[in-house]
């Protein structure tokens, strides 16, 4: 059974029944200009897969006429009409065309994001005023969902080189019923649009850019029939916000004037509309809110003053690797050291700002970013955030996994890796523990709840390019989640937290006295003591012998390029190759009835349920 396009698990056998790869472009030799060349080069940024799945609902054919509408319902019909009328006129008034797009007729309505899936306790719900999520608008106002500005078939934009559409694309959309998943990747300069389980081979949009997309991310949240949202970082700093089931996009960072640094890494935030995250490769993380034009804005730099540097210096400065440590100056104060706070900038538009109202430029007019967090001298290379929307998980060049409090915008805690850079990060479905791949060929699993790395999981043999959970196997016990490396191995780890001896009580580090008013999650929980309080926010590794070794359930080599993405849906297992090679393993059979998970009602199916549904 086993192959280059199959594998058996534990639970049964997963196999590839579809691939996508990019189209070669092929090269002239003697025509060739060099711009054509530099187009043909391999790109340095790997591919990277975002997905999400829409819910079409049936059309209803029409029936033949009703009583109601025989009495007079038309009359109801009419005054609609007329509400819609001035609605539109309404909304025509408001929203603003740039000069370089035409309004497109065929664009089907806007329709409201589904707010009703939102939680009223979310801490950074749409409807919260919170300073950092969200900016106080006028109460006559009513929010109205937008879509982006430019129009890419009419746009003479030189960012956007090339758009390449399906035939007949409306259509296909208007003929869907049931749930559709879509996967969307880069390679090189261009962004693909594909439907998972499609007949079609060829991608239903392949958008080109003059830069290379180097993350993206597609919102789950607004995710409709008739919308998608995506938003898509580049090398050159800039970031697209696009809808391709309209044609639309906006460009928000525009030739960098916000930040030039490339953008490592992009999320939305997942209980807001409109808000979302972006890392850059100076060690950075901006917010961005999508509504909102780019500002003219200069963040500030941490120096030794008190009120940008927290710590104080105490014995266990040796204790933090070189790279990341806070050089002390002549006159007695420290510069800021990373491992101990996050340095935040507000924009002088921002309702908090210390800007004086008469200093300010902006009018009272918000703009981007929300709000700028300096977080590590090196590259961001991703973040997560944790189920309930409340913290950050962000790993660095510097080989810290940060832990940051998103609402109060406060660096709760600092861990280092055993070695090298981090490279990849994902939190379990339940919160509970923080998933991390790097440069040591290792997995760590961490537990910020008790403040300590649980586990260590050996089985690559290079660096760790992606991490997952599966939610459909994790119930709170026993987790299974994936890894994908530069080894080209595929591999499946299963993890119980209980059937793990506890780590040898680690030896005593050095305390470094910090005068922040945060704390660690464990004292936050009420999990650890008073002299936490007093506790550095920074963890040294521990030792091999201090933790224990989770063995993997399955190794797959695939005979491919260099691995660099893993994605888990509720029926296939997606990965990707640097080159662009997309594929999509399908799961083993499920149905309904109980699951070791709680909430998703299902399970794997016997031998004696297949002969039985065939019976």
């Keep these: 059974m086993e192959s280059d396009s199959a594998f058996v698990a534990p639970?049964?056998?997963?196999?590839?029944?579809?691939?996508?790869?990019?189209?070669?472009?092929?090269?002239?030799?003697?025509?060739?200009?060099?711009?054509?060349?530099?187009?043909?080069?391999?790109?340095?940024?790997?591919?990277?897969?975002?997905?999400?799945?829409?819910?079409?609902?049936?059309?209803?054919?029409?029936?033949?006429?009703?009583l109601a509408q025989l009495l007079g319902a038309n009359?109801?019909?009419?005054?609609?009409?007329?509400?819609?009328?001035?609605?539109d006129k309404s909304l025509l008034d408001e929203r603003s065309l740039s000069s370089t797009e035409t309004p497109d007729d065929s664009t089907p309505p806007e329709v409201s994001s589904p707010q009703a899936s939102v939680p009223q306790d979310s801490p950074i719900a749409p409807e919260s005023h919170h300073p950092l999520f969200a900016h106080p608008?006028?109460?006559?106002?009513?929010?109205?969902?937008?879509?982006?500005?430019?129009?890419?078939?009419?746009?003479?934009?030189?960012?956007?080189?090339?758009?390449?559409?399906?035939?007949?694309?409306?259509?296909?959309?208007?003929?869907?019923?049931?749930?559709?998943?879509?996967l969307f990747y880069n390679h090189n300069k261009a962004f693909h649009w594909v439907e998972v389980g499609s007949k079609s081979k060829e991608p239903?949009?392949?958008?080109?850019?003059?830069?290379?997309?180097?993350?993206?991310?597609?919102?789950?949240?607004?995710?409709?029939?008739?919308?998608?949202?995506?938003?898509?970082?580049?090398?050159?700093?800039?970031?697209?916000?696009?809808?391709?089931?309209?044609?639309?996009?906006?460009?928000?960072n525009k030739q960098g004037t916000i930040s030039s640094s490339p953008c490592t890494a992009v999320h939305w935030v997942p209980s807001s509309p409109t808000l979302f995250l972006v890392s850059h490769a100076d060690g950075t993380i901006l917010v961005y809110d999508k509504e909102k034009d780019d500002g003219t804005f200069s963040p500030s730099m941490p120096d030794a003053s008190p009120s940008t540097t927290l710590n104080v210096p105490g014995p266990s400065t040796p204790a933090v690797p070189a790279q990341i440590q806070a050089p002390s100056q002549p006159h007695g104060g420290t510069e800021w050291d990373p491992t101990?706070?996050?340095?935040?900038?507000?924009?002088?538009?921002?309702?908090?700002?210390?800007?004086?109202?008469?200093?300010?430029?902006?009018?009272?007019?918000?703009?981007?970013?929300?709000?700028?967090?300096?977080?590590?001298?090196r590259s961001i290379m991703d973040?997560?955030?944790?189920?309930?929307?409340?913290?950050?998980?962000?790993?660095?060049?510097d080989g810290c996994l940060r832990v940051i409090d998103?609402?109060?915008?406060?660096?709760?805690?600092?861990?280092?890796?055993?070695?090298?850079?981090?490279?990849?990060?994902?939190?379990?479905?339940?919160?509970?523990?923080?998933?991390?791949?790097?440069q040591d060929?290792?997995?760590?699993?961490?537990?910020?709840?008790?403040?300590?790395?649980?586990?260590?999981?050996?089985?690559?043999?290079?660096?760790?390019?992606?991490?997952?959970?599966?939610?459909?196997?994790?119930?709170?016990?026993?987790?299974?989640?994936?890894?994908?490396?530069?080894?080209?191995?595929?591999?499946?780890?299963?993890?119980?937290?209980?059937?793990?001896?506890?780590?040898?009580?680690?030896?005593?580090?050095?305390?470094?006295?910090s005068m922040a008013s945060n704390v660690s999650l464990a004292f936050r929980r009420g999990m650890g003591s008073t002299a936490q309080l007093a506790m550095s926010r920074y963890h040294p590794a521990p030792s091999r012998n201090e933790v224990s070794v989770v063995q993997p359930v399955l190794v797959k080599q695939i005979d491919a390029d260099l691995l660099t993405s893993l994605t888990f849906l509720p029926r296939a297992l997606v990965t990707a190759t640097k080159a662009g090679h997309v594929r999509v393993w399908i799961r083993p059979l499920v149905m309904a009835g109980n699951s070791r998970r709680r909430g998703h009602g299902r399970q794997l199916l016997s031998i004696s349920d297949i002969q039985g549904v065939l019976a």
């Excluded at 711009?35 to 975002?50: E, I, K």
């Excluded at 507000?346 to 902006?362: G, L, M, N, Y």
């Excluded at 973040?383 to 060049?397: L, N, Q, T, W």
């Excluded at 997952?468 to 196997?473: C, M, P, Q, T, V």
Aim: include cysteine.
């Design 441 to 513: 060929d290792l997995l760590t699993i961490f537990s910020p709840w008790e403040q300590r790395v649980v586990a260590r999981c050996q089985g690559h043999s290079s660096f760790v390019s992606a991490v997952a959970f599966d939610e459909l196997r994790c119930d709170g016990r026993n987790y299974r989640f994936g890894s994908v490396g530069e080894d080209n191995k595929l591999i499946l780890w299963d993890f119980s937290s209980s059937a793990l001896h506890r780590p040898k009580s680690q030896s005593a580090h050095h305390v470094r006295v």
């Design 383 to 397: 973040f997560v955030f944790s189920p309930d929307v409340k913290y950050v998980a962000a790993i660095s060049e």
């Design 75 to 87: 009359l109801t019909k009419d005054s609609r009409r007329d509400k819609d009328k001035d609605k």
């Design 137 to 182: 608008s006028p109460a006559t106002k009513r929010k109205v969902p937008s879509r982006p500005k430019h129009n890419m078939r009419t746009t003479s934009s030189t960012f956007i080189t090339r758009m390449q559409t399906i035939e007949g694309l409306g259509k296909i959309l208007s003929n869907k019923h049931g749930d559709t998943t879509f």
């Design 406 to 438: 998103a609402l109060a915008e406060q660096l709760v805690d600092c861990y280092a890796s055993y070695f090298g850079a981090l490279t990849c990060v994902a939190w379990s479905p339940d919160g509970r523990f923080i998933l991390t791949g790097g």
């Design 340 to 377: 101990s706070t996050i340095h935040v900038t507000t924009p002088p538009w921002h309702p908090e700002s210390s800007v004086a109202p008469k200093e300010r430029t902006d009018k009272g007019i918000a703009k981007n970013p929300v709000s700028h967090w300096r977080v590590s001298r």
């Design 204 to 252: 239903l949009m392949r958008v080109t850019f003059s830069a290379f997309p180097t993350c993206h991310d597609v919102h789950p949240l607004t995710a409709s029939p008739e919308k998608l949202d995506i938003v898509i970082g580049f090398n050159t700093g800039d970031l697209v916000w696009l809808d391709p089931v309209s044609s639309r996009y906006g460009r928000l």
């Design 11 to 66: 639970e049964g056998v997963y196999s590839v029944t579809e691939e996508h790869k990019p189209l070669s472009i092929p090269t002239y030799q003697a025509t060739s200009t060099p711009a054509a060349a530099a187009s043909n080069t391999t790109s340095p940024y790997p591919s990277r897969v975002s997905a999400v799945t829409v819910r079409f609902n049936p059309s209803k054919p029409a029936g033949p006429p009703g």
